[in-house]
């Protein structure tokens, strides 16, 4: 079984490796490079890194619609199946359809729920309990493909985004595997997706990390652990900018965005209904620092209140 892999994101790395110890990969297709850092200094995308590292043909094309050349390579990698795993472009049906098995994409969701770009990240938000791994028949559409293979996973109440990622990547590297076997046993059977019961994750924007006090306390930590990696947890008061770190659930109550005390555990703070604990206090262009130190620098005690 000869493989073409298309990923960008270190979340994708366990796959990638996972497929070159059972398969032939004879095409790798990342992101182009990207300017990063203060000097804006262009850099691979971690999948486009390893690659090169591994001697793997490697393709990086800026568009994928209507582009002859990349066509062209695909097709003459010779790949009997294609396998996506956070690319992050749509793929035209004239690429689709190339190899000969089509295109398998590894989901970080239990489809139809959470189709979309950041399905991790809007699981927590929503306080799910279970998410889970979908290998799908990958369609020209957004995650609407038949399903192949699907695995639950439990999500650890203390988990972010950064380590239901680490799990899933984990899942996706194994169910992948599995999925090319069977593949190639002809012994797949795609169930289509029922689109009555779908759900989608959107691509997270920055406001989607600010604080909604009037929420309750659950829901404030549920933000917080879905908002981890980017764009974090913000919030406002007296006009100022504050990334706050080390939430969680506490007994309390109070007028929302109201600070109820602050001492060496962290500050409490009131939600639309019980309380959470802060840890950290992040203010613009200086490191995080412990809650307490923080109020006692700016000031800030029992009474004041975040904007809502």
């Known amino acids: 079984m000869k493989v073409a892999f298309f990923g960008s994101p270190a979340f994708a790395l366990p796959v990638l490796e996972a497929i070159r110890t059972q398969f032939e990969v004879v095409l790798v297709v990342a992101q182009p490079d990207k300017p990063v850092g203060r000097g804006l200094r ?8 390893r690659a090169a590292e591994l001697g793997l043909p490697l393709a990086q ?12 390579a695909v097709r003459g990698s010779g790949a009997d199946v294609a396998v996506t ?6 793929l035209p049906a004239s690429v689709l359809d190339i190899p000969r098995y089509g295109f398998l994409n590894t989901h970080t969701s239990l489809l139809p729920a959470y189709r979309g770009a950041a399905p991790i990240q809007w699981a927590l938000i929503r306080g799910e309990s279970v998410t889970g791994t979908t290998i799908m028949q990958t369609d020209p559409g957004m995650d609407t493909g038949p399903i192949l293979l699907q695995e639950e996973l439990p999500i650890a109440p203390q988990w972010t985004s950064l380590d239901l990622s680490d799990a899933l990547a984990g899942q996706a590297a194994r169910l992948i595997v599995t999925a090319l076997k069977r593949l190639g046993r002809g012994d797949l059977v795609p169930t289509p997706q029922d689109d009555a019961a779908a759900t989608h994750a959107p691509m997270l924007v920055k406001e989607d990390g600010f604080v909604r006090w009037t929420d309750s306390a659950q829901s404030v930590v549920d933000r917080y652990r879905g908002v981890a990696a980017w ?13 706050l770190g080390g939430l969680s659930v506490e007994e309390g109550g109070g007028q929302p ?7 060496a555990s962290g500050m409490l703070i009131a939600c639309g209904g019980g309380a959470v604990r802060v840890q950290t206090v992040q203010p613009e262009t200086r490191r995080a620092q412990p809650a307490q130190i923080w109020a006692s620098s700016a000031g800030v005690g029992a009474g004041d209140r975040f904007e809502l």
């Open 42 to 49: 262009l850099t691979p995308p971690p999948v486009a890194a």
């Open 61 to 72: 094309p800026v568009r994928l619609r209507r582009n002859a050349d990349f066509e062209t």
């Open 85 to 90: 795993c956070a690319y992050g472009k749509i």
């Open 231 to 243: 764009p974090q947890t913000t919030a406002f008061l007296g006009g100022a900018r504050l990334k």
């Open 257 to 263: 965005g109201e600070i109820l005390g602050v001492d």
